[in-house]
């Protein structure tokens, strides 16, 4: 079992234990971001970017681990959801395992050409109940910023991502859904983006 798994996992409930709302909160876990087919990279970028940090630059009110409200299936009050790891992390984390399965990624932060830095800005899940079907709307958005080894800015991406889904149930496992589909949107929107295939070109 992975440690820093176990250990995120009982800072999240004693989070909730130490607000009062044990009976009333959401723990998303959304795993792994489905990633698409590798293209193969030319030597010449393969292996050659870093994510250096993301930061959280949130409203005070809604940072941290607090992502939005939920209901369940017995419970009819909204729920407060919480995000294990903490959003910022958590793009940080699947944008370099993005940047991995793509190739790009380097093996070290020294050995990288290209550096990225995340400033997240949104990261929200809200649900609208039906007398049937329940919608469940989650949105992502953050800014990259694309610097060389030396710390010189190159450029900015900013990202916006958002997944919506119907469920009469399992309002949970589709937020966690939606969330990695409102990623994996945002890191093929970074991949496409002009100035990054420049920067990761040398040709800023």
């Not at 079992?1 to 004693?14: E, F, K, P, T, Y």
Request: contains cysteine.
């Amino acid at each position: 079992m992975d440690v820093r798994a176990v250990r995120s996992a009982l800072v999240v409930l004693l989070f909730v234990l130490s607000t009062g709302c044990a009976s009333k909160a959401v723990v998303l876990a959304p795993g792994p971001v489905p990633m698409p087919e590798a293209a193969r990279q030319a030597d010449a970028v393969a292996w050659s970017v870093w994510v250096s940090q993301a930061r959280d630059v949130r409203p005070e009110a809604e940072a941290g681990q607090r992502v939005g409200t939920l209901y369940t299936r017995f419970q009819k009050s909204p729920q407060t959801a919480y995000l294990e790891p903490a959003p910022a992390e958590y793009v940080r984390s699947e944008l370099s395992r993005y940047l991995l399965h793509k190739g790009l990624e380097a093996s070290t932060s020294q050995g990288a050409r290209l550096l990225l830095s995340i400033e997240l800005e949104e990261c929200s899940v809200t649900e609208n109940p039906g007398s049937v079907w329940d919608e469940v709307i989650v949105r992502v958005g953050y800014s990259v910023r694309l610097a060389d080894a030396s710390g010189r800015e190159l450029g900015r991406v900013r990202l916006k991502g958002e997944a919506q889904r119907k469920s009469p149930g399992e309002t949970k496992r589709q937020a966690e859904a939606a969330l990695r589909d409102a990623l994996a949107d945002t890191f093929q929107a970074l991949a496409r983006a002009d100035v990054f295939q420049k920067a990761v070109q040398g040709q800023l």
